[in-house]
């Protein structure tokens, strides 16, 4: 099972940008879908884009749409969320999620989280 670990996170002001990076371990990491989501202080959890295991299928929260770009590359194991024209609303901790292709959607690993934060 892979295992995920999130970086990139910081304090930005607004307009600005940031990329995340997320992690896997294991030679599987091409097996899953990845997704990013998020969740801000007193509000639930929210889908915020995800990616299919070969990349080419990119889905984005009509929030982000325009402003963040999710990528994967996966002779590193690595897949990106790029955030670009932050606004304040955006702060919020951020995880990525893997979910097995043969069962896309069920996320079923996570992250620990990384924390961004943009100030007005």
């Known amino acids: 099972q892979v295992q995920l670990v999130e970086s990139g996170g910081g304090l930005v002001q607004a307009g600005g940008s940031l990329r995340l990076s997320c992690a896997g371990s294991?030679?599987?990491?091409?097996?899953?879908?990845m997704g990013w989501f998020r969740q801000a202080p007193g509000k639930e959890r929210e889908f915020v884009g995800a990616?299919?295991?070969?990349?080419?299928?990119?889905y984005y929260a009509d929030s982000v749409k325009g402003r963040f770009t999710v990528s994967r590359d996966n002779a590193k194991n690595t897949v990106y969320l790029q955030m670009n024209s932050l606004k304040p609303e955006d702060t919020a901790v951020y995880y990525c999620?893997?979910?097995?292709?043969?069962?896309?959607?069920?996320?079923?690993?996570w992250g620990q989280g990384t924390q961004v934060t943009v100030s007005s």
């Open positions: 999620a893997a979910a097995p292709r043969f069962n896309p959607g069920h996320y079923t690993t």
């Open positions: 294991g030679r599987t990491f091409s097996s899953y879908d």
């Open positions: 990616i299919s295991w070969s990349g080419g299928r990119i």
